[in-house]
């Protein structure tokens, strides 16, 4: 089984032109901002891009990303259970910006959605707001909010999140068929 690594964005910087580039996040996210020349492939939809994938390994080095680095490494684990070697950028894309560098947008005529990690903070906080809200009313609805409560808990201390993949599935987050087949079209050449 190959080993993984990580690379840190300075080390991905100075090698992007011989890595390639694959973003985990969801199409929305990736639409957002991604690291030059990166070919969108959300976590998901990992399987189906498998041979593509070990083909373009085969060509160069890839290199995984995603928002923090938290989904680009279960991409790497689950490359390398298939012999695919990968490497993931530490810290993601949040990283990269943060030293500065710049990032590509794809354009589209879809309202702009919001950072998956956004989505879940949004999502939390009302669902946890509407439980103390009815809670005055019903007090049995005071576990929904410990009920979320404990579900950020157990993300935290698990590195994973229930509710970020349950928003993963919405139709504003999901990709269109279109969009994978033309990267994986691409990640063959």
Wanted: hydrophobic share 45%; proline share 5%; charged share 20%.
């Amino acid at each position: 089984m190959p080993s993984r690594t990580a690379l840190t964005a300075e080390q991905a910087r100075h090698r992007l032109d011989e890595l390639v580039v694959v973003d985990v996040r969801t199409p929305a996210e990736f639409a957002s901002g991604h690291l030059p020349g990166a070919h969108n492939i959300p976590l998901e939809r990992l399987p189906e891009a498998l041979p593509a994938l070990d083909a373009a390994a085969a060509r160069g080095e890839l290199l995984m990303v995603c928002a923090t680095g938290n989904r680009s490494a279960r991409a790497c684990a689950r490359l390398a259970e298939d012999g695919v070697p990968a490497a993931t950028l530490t810290d993601g894309t949040t990283g990269w910006t943060g030293r500065g560098y710049d990032v590509e947008r794809t354009r589209s005529t879809a309202r702009a959605t919001w950072a998956m990690e956004r989505q879940v903070r949004l999502t939390a906080g009302s669902l946890i707001l509407t439980g103390l809200a009815l809670g005055l009313l019903w007090p049995y609805a005071l576990w929904l909010s410990a009920a979320v409560a404990a579900g950020l808990v157990l993300a935290a201390v698990t590195d994973t999140c229930g509710l970020a993949s349950v928003l993963a599935r919405l139709p504003h987050n999901r990709p269109r068929d279109t969009d994978l087949h033309a990267t994986l079209v691409a990640l063959n050449r």
